[in-house]
């Protein structure tokens, strides 16, 4: 697995324009020698996390992820990291590139210059080197109800819950995550405030309410509508830039605040009014 | 754990970000346009005056400046979190009292016009 060849990408990102000539090697592969500064930590033996420097003879159109299966293979084989599978699909191959949350098997080497530092996702406990508990994560997931819950169970001899393609775009966006964990590593208020449910969880709330298949909202509303749920969110927005899955959390996140407002109104200001 | 109210001090920040998306660039180009000594003929003083002098003007100049000076105030509250300052509810009451004493200062001016 971690000496599998280099292999040709399919086209989740284009090379910049002019990327191959800017390196005076215009077309064809060729090999370039990188240095990885890669976060070492082992939380059984090691005190404190440190940084180990690799050089790495890559091929150009290598990325991030390949030169650390490289380092693994023939460098060093203690070396311990995510990955599946190696296409912008399975969402576990999310790491600290140069300070920023990216999937290494989407950041290409031709991107970097210098020196390359490497570091497991920030805002989550390290469980060794660059692989993180992902636990919070997956508890605040449970939390949102991330399932249809449907508006009135119907036994299977009434057929399938129908939906117009209409129906189906008001959610589809949201239905990519692929809960790789960047916009949590990416959000400032996750980092201040670990009790946060987070951009991720929230926007699969959004696209379950979003469903009309769905008839869960009012239950998802009781984690979504708290200080922890949507209203600790202050629009940084970083979320929707590092989502590879360009899910854009944050529009998901400001879409629920505006049904959860019309909700409060409701609720306080109209008698007898419920959400 | 309990609903939060924060839509009440959010719903005015929403709306007040809107009015500043769609006017105040407007009408700070219309000011700069106006100390340049351009200012089209339709927003000479006097125009301006009877608009205010009006009840209907002085409502709408009064919802476009509480709720942008609402909104900006909402959004300060939030840059000062953003940067790890935790005293939210000092920081809140110091920037949302400043709003409303703008929008009362404002309300007084207008009903003077």
């Not at chain 1, 939380?43 to 490289?70: G, H, I, M």
């Not at chain 1, 869960?216 to 200080?227: F, I, L, N, Y």
């Not at chain 2, 609903?3 to 009015?19: E, L, M, Q, Y």
């Not at chain 2, 009840?55 to 709408?60: A, E, N, P, Q, S």
């Amino acid at each position: 697995m971690s000496n599998s060849p280099p292999r040709s990408h399919p086209p989740l990102a284009a090379p910049p324009e002019g990327a191959a000539a800017s390196l005076g090697r215009p077309g064809g592969s060729s090999e370039r020698t990188v240095t990885l500064e890669v976060l070492r930590y082992d939380p059984d033996t090691d005190s404190e996390a440190r940084f180990q420097r690799y050089e790495v003879v890559c091929q150009e159109e290598w990325v991030v992820l390949d030169a650390l299966n490289k380092v693994k293979a023939d460098i060093d084989p203690t070396l311990n990291y995510r990955w599946s599978c190696h296409m912008a699909v399975c969402g576990s191959c999310g790491m600290m590139i140069n300070g920023e949350p990216k999937l290494s098997c989407h950041a290409f080497l031709r991107n970097y210059e210098g020196v390359i530092r490497i570091e497991p996702l920030a805002n989550f406990p390290i469980e060794r080197d660059l692989v993180v508990a992902p636990d919070d994560f997956m508890d605040k997931l449970k939390r949102v109800k991330p399932y249809l819950i449907p508006k009135q169970e119907k036994p299977i001899s009434e057929g399938e819950y129908k939906q117009t393609p209409a129906q189906l775009m008001k959610y589809r966006q949201y239905s990519m995550c692929i809960n790789c964990m960047l916009c949590y590593a990416a959000c400032p208020q996750y980092g201040l405030t670990p009790s946060f449910i987070g951009p991720a969880a929230l926007t699969l709330a959004h696209r379950y309410n979003q469903d009309s298949r769905d008839g869960g909202r009012k239950e998802r509303q009781e984690v979504a509508a708290t200080h922890e749920g949507v209203w600790e969110c202050t629009f940084v927005g970083a979320c929707s830039e590092v989502c590879p899955a360009h899910v854009d959390p944050a529009s998901a996140l400001q879409q629920m605040k505006i049904t959860s407002s019309i909700d409060w109104i409701v609720e306080h200001l109209i008698p007898g009014g419920k959400p | 754990m309990a609903k939060s109210h924060k839509p009440v001090v959010w719903f005015p920040f929403a709306a007040g970000g809107t009015v500043i998306a769609f006017f105040i660039p407007v009408i700070v180009l219309l000011t700069l346009m106006a100390a340049l000594g351009h200012a089209p003929a339709g927003l000479d003083y006097a125009n301006l005056h009877a608009f205010a002098a009006n009840g209907l003007g002085k409502l709408i100049i009064f919802g476009v400046v509480s709720l942008s000076m609402w909104s900006s105030a909402h959004r300060l509250r939030c840059t000062f979190y953003d940067f790890g300052v935790r005293a939210d509810t000092a920081v809140a009451t110091i920037l949302y009292l400043a709003a409303i004493i703008g929008s009362i200062l404002a309300a007084i001016y207008l009903l003077r016009i």
